[in-house]
């Protein structure tokens, strides 16, 4: 059975920084898209950030380029989201997506096939 398991999320002052993991069993993240989607308060999921493999493509949301970075560990099996320069309106359930075949960013959507249960992240003003 595939899981995706995000890690990472906390409460954290605005200008503060958090890394969130998504680590994956019973699947590899070779040859796929994986994606980082947020969910806020009383708003629709959006995609945050993608990457796929092996062609290294990255994507970013425009409200995050340039404060967060999406890498990934082949040996480890797990994809990073780097958060700085955190603001109150990042608050959100952040998940982990992914699907074999697909290419960052024209193959991520929302109908990724896996997700993980997700992970809060709070920023406080």
């Known amino acids: 059975e595939v899981q995706l398991v995000e890690s990472g999320g906390g409460l954290v002052q605005a200008g503060g920084s958090l890394r969130l993991s998504c680590a994956a069993s019973?699947?590899?993240?070779?040859?796929?898209?994986v994606a980082w989607f947020r969910q806020g308060p009383g708003k629709e999921r959006e995609m945050v950030s993608c990457?796929?493999?092996?062609?290294?493509?990255?994507d970013y949301a425009h409200f995050v380029k340039g404060r967060f970075t999406i890498s990934s560990d082949k040996a480890k099996n797990t994809v990073y989201l780097e958060m700085n320069s955190l603001k109150p309106e990042d608050t959100a359930t952040y998940y982990c997506?992914?699907?074999?075949?697909?290419?960052?960013?024209?193959?991520?959507?929302?109908?990724?096939?896996?997700w993980g249960q997700g992970t809060q992240v709070t920023v406080s003003s």
């Open positions: 997506a992914a699907e074999r075949w697909r290419v960052c960013p024209e193959g991520v959507s929302p109908r990724l096939k896996y």
């Open positions: 019973a699947f590899t993240f070779e040859g796929s898209a």
């Open positions: 990457i796929s493999s092996p062609d290294g493509s990255t």
